[in-house]
């Protein structure tokens, strides 16, 4: 196991005192005892999410919480091998290229009473897709695709959309349903679904609970209810799971998961990378982004402050993913060719000593803060003038998604993406396109091919997908990949859960059993 102080130099004021971790660690065991009587699971976060609507529900903060717990979808992806399997749809056939029908399961009920039927599908849909809301499923997993629903009868719903869509099945499978009666014209934090749960309370800055739902339609879980706490230290986490005052601890670092019969290793379907502004300078030059590529010691990190098992990365899709390119090689670590980029850039004109900013975001996963110091350090050991600025979720937020400050400056933007949805349509379009909301570059030929490879199906789709990756790796540069990450989570002793690929975007309380 690493010692953080021994490789960082210590940082005292980012441990808990003795004290202070005590008191988080054993302050509120009467409410503990109390939640354990009732079959309340307690799941401790590394932060608070920042909103709950359910048309935000594939942001893993969201996701966590809400995404067939409270809101639920008309299919699902088994996390285990890919496959769709219904969840609201019963069943769905293709009309036409661009026309899919879906039957919808009949008997279901909204916590607040509302029938679920077509007409409020529709409605669902429609304020999902709607861009005033800039809902985060429509940004993130349809781009430009453009879906329109027609209610045949009182279960059967017929959607199409503005260009063929060979997977609709499988895209609405990140379409969560929200009641009818939630409104239209803003985003809320108190969703409303037809999930097993039911959002019952969210006291900002300390908890969020729920309450199993009486009316709901599936079987009847064990869990009564949940609590989610979050706490910012990985070791904290880890040892309330340990003590019995949480239950589920996602996302602990590496050198916390130090007890077998708790802690669950599993890829998480997560990549991680340094997304690049092309639009400033000196970012603008393929020979810095280059530098930086082969200025960071990828193996420097592996073992140390991430864990051993990440694999690395070289696009924003995991191998299971259809459209992953295998034959995409990794960056060399090579310092002298990166300074001597970088002297052969400013020869040609380019502003190198330009100040960089990597912009991170705390706790975006264990050890994060320290990946970035440690990139950081590698970046101005060629002669590149780097600095590190950290920001909670909320602010990191605003450089991730568009309109970007017009007076940026260049940066280098922490960032992680997961997708366990089986297909790259769901990560490309939105961090590559000219309009992807979450894109920082813009190439027309790209867009051309995204936009056919979105069409295609089978052998063909899985091609174009692979030169498209083809095309952002080489020939755009777009990026410091990092890593294909490798989570942990700590389970307590007196419930059974297998966390899986998908645990760190949604947490299932259904499928947690108590011995």
Known sequence: MISRKRMFGGRPGNWLTGAAAMAAVFGVMAT????????????????????????????????????????????????????????????????????????????????????FNAENAAKAISRTM???????????SFGDLKLTSKVIDDYTLEISANKPVPILPTRMGVVSISSPNTPTDKLVLNPVGT???????????????????????????????????????????????????????????????????????????????????????????????LAL???????????????????????????????????????????????????????????????????????IYPNGTEAMEAMMAMFQAVGLNVKLRMLEVGSWLKYLTKPYDENRGPIMLQAMHDNNNGDAVFSIY????????????????????????STLSGDERRKAWQEVNRIIYEDILSDVWMYHMVGYSRVGSRINFTPSISTNSELHLEDITFK
């Open 430 to 453: 939105n961090k590559f396109a000219c309009d992807g909301a979450q894109s920082a570059i813009c190439f027309k030929d790209l867009d051309e091919k995204i936009a056919k490879a």
């Open 32 to 115: 503990v005892q109390t939640a354990q009587a009732q079959k309340i699971v307690t799941v401790v976060l590394s932060e608070e999410p920042e909103g709950l609507d359910g048309c935000n529900s594939n942001r893993s903060t969201v996701g966590r919480v809400a995404k067939q717990n409270i809101v639920e979808t008309f299919t699902e992806i088994d996390p285990k091998d890919g496959n769709i399997t219904p969840r609201l749809a019963t069943s769905w056939s293709k009309v036409n290229d661009t026309t899919w029908q879906f039957k919808l399961r009949e008997g279901v009920t909204f916590h607040d009473g509302a029938p």
């Open 195 to 289: 999930g097993p749960y039911v959002f019952e309370n969210w006291t900002p800055g300390q908890e969020i609970t729920l309450k199993r739902f009486d009316g709901y339609w599936g079987e009847k879980p064990e869990v009564e209810g949940a609590r989610y706490i979050w706490r910012s230290e990985s070791t904290v986490r880890a040892a309330m799971v340990n003590v019995g005052e949480a239950d589920i601890a996602p996302n602990i670092a590496v050198q916390d998961a130090t007890d077998p019969k708790m802690d669950f290793s599993y890829p998480n379907s997560e990549t991680t990378r340094l997304r690049l502004d092309l639009s400033r300078p000196p970012l603008d030059d393929k020979r810095i982004r």
């Open 293 to 363: 590529n082969y200025a960071f010691d990828r193996e420097a990190l592996r073992g140390s402050v991430l864990p051993k098992d990440v694999e690395h990365a070289t696009q924003i899709i995991v191998p299971s993913i259809n459209g992953h390119n295998p034959n995409l090689k990794v960056m060399k670590y090579d310092p002298d060719l990166a300074m001597k980029l970088i002297a052969e850039a400013k020869a040609a004109g380019v502003p190198v000593e330009t100040e960089i900013e990597i912009v991170g975001r705390t706790n």
């Open 130 to 140: 709607d861009s005033g809301l800039d809902c985060e499923t429509r940004t993130k």
